[in-house]
């Protein structure tokens, strides 16, 4: 069943290019439309003044990546919250804001029961991104995307939060045009984006001897501060769940630009920290921040492109993916923070696939 791979997780991390192209290909067929929702998706994707995201773990850090993509591409408001606790607070639920929830298993308890609680109070639309066919949060939608990743088996989720961020980009592009943000010119670039993404993965996934090349220095290391800002940012909270969910290193993720208002003081040779860096439009700002980090004597990972023009220095090591690759760049280096994680954890002997005290579907609080 593993094939050539020794864990589930690395398996899943090589899927990623089979992954990503079975989700996509229903929208290189179809164009970024409302049908790909569900059949009532027409109405409410027009209708919707805004969108409320609701999920758990990495389902939530995709959700935090579509913010971004929502907001700029659509116009459209988008909030993100972690599910446990938006069904527990008093929250204010807009009737004409769709919520989304995404989830690889379709049964997260916390999850399926914040989406209960949007409904009892607001009479909105739902629609739920899952990996599950039939599972519980799906039949409780109205409107469904299923990503096809697969069977997820390794407890750490890798491909299914790939092929969520291109569920939810999709869904980005589809609100930009039926709000006319998104023109045909436009549309055929991001269509074009979307064919190129399982090569360009495919390019990240070539990474994999150097980035266990690295392994070794961080296996000794009790804590790690991942950095990236924009888009990036939430694929280096994603970094940090992964290292700590699988190696047991304490990992915390910030954006660059919070650095000097505290996490600056915890820097120094004994805390590696990992940049995620490529050329988007921050990348001055990310270098600055990186700066900081090297007065004070910390280490420093990065992960760019080779637009990013990053050279190695003292202290300063640097892992290329071949190219930029634009909007959807924060997909590409989920990658090496998943292949980091993973190879960190073998350096430490760690139970990769079922890491202690975690379980695969959460259906308890
Ligand atoms: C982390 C991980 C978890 C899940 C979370 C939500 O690698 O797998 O954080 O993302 O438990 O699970 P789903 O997506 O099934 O709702």
């Known amino acids: 069943e593993l094939g050539p791979y020794s864990h ?20 290189l067929d179809a164009g970024f439309c409302p049908a790909l929702f569900g059949d ?37 408001l988008c909030d993100v919250e972690i599910a446990s606790e938006y069904r527990y607070r008093e929250a204010w639920v807009h009737p004409k804001h769709l919520v989304v929830t995404i989830s690889q298993s379709g049964e997260t308890l916390d999850t399926m029961e914040a989406l209960k609680y949007a409904k009892s109070k607001g009479h909105c639309a739902a629609l739920s991104i899952c990996n599950v066919a039939e599972s519980a949060i799906p039949r409780a939608s109205e409107l469904v995307f299923y990503t096809r990743a697969g069977a997820e088996i390794g407890v750490a989720s890798t491909k299914a939060f790939t ?35 399982p090569g360009s993965v495919q390019h990240a996934l070539n990474l994999e001897p150097q980035i266990k090349a690295w392994s070794e220095r961080f296996a000794p290391k009790n804590d790690a501060l991942f950095l990236g800002r924009g888009l990036h940012y939430p694929i280096a909270l ?24 505290g996490p600056l003081a915890l820097v120094d040779q004994n805390m590696p920290v990992v940049v995620i860096a490529p050329n988007d439009a921050l990348l001055e700002k990310v270098k600055s921040n990186m700066q900081e980090v090297r007065a004070r004597g910390g280490e420093l990972f990065v992960f760019a492109d080779l637009d990013s023009h990053f050279s190695e220095s003292e202290g300063v090591h640097v892992i290329r993916t ?44």
Request: charged share 20%; glycine share 6%.
């Open 322 to 365: 071949p190219r930029h690759v634009g909007v959807l760049s924060a997909v590409v280096h989920a990658i090496p923070v998943q292949l980091l994680a993973y190879h960190v954890a073998l350096a430490r002997g760690t139970d990769v696939d079922k890491p202690r005290n975690l379980a695969k579907s959460v259906t308890v609080e």
């Open 238 to 261: 994603e970094g940090a769940l992964k290292l700590k969910e699988i190696s047991y290193i304490h990992a915390e993720a910030y954006p660059a630009g919070e650095l000097k208002h």
């Open 163 to 197: 092929t969520q961020l291109v569920a939810l980009f999709t869904l980005a592009v589809t609100l930009g045009k039926l709000r006319g943000r998104v023109d045909a010119a436009a549309e055929a670039g991001y269509l074009e984006a979307l064919r190129h993404l």
């Open 40 to 76: 009532r998706a027409d109405t409410v994707l027009r209708e919707l003044e805004g969108v409320k995201i609701l999920a758990c773990g990495t389902s939530y850090y995709a959700g935090l990546t579509a913010k971004y993509w929502i907001e700029s591409i659509a116009g459209v």
């Open 8 to 27: 589930f997780m690395q398996k899943e991390i090589h899927e990623q290019p089979k992954a990503l192209s079975d989700t996509i290909e229903a929208v």
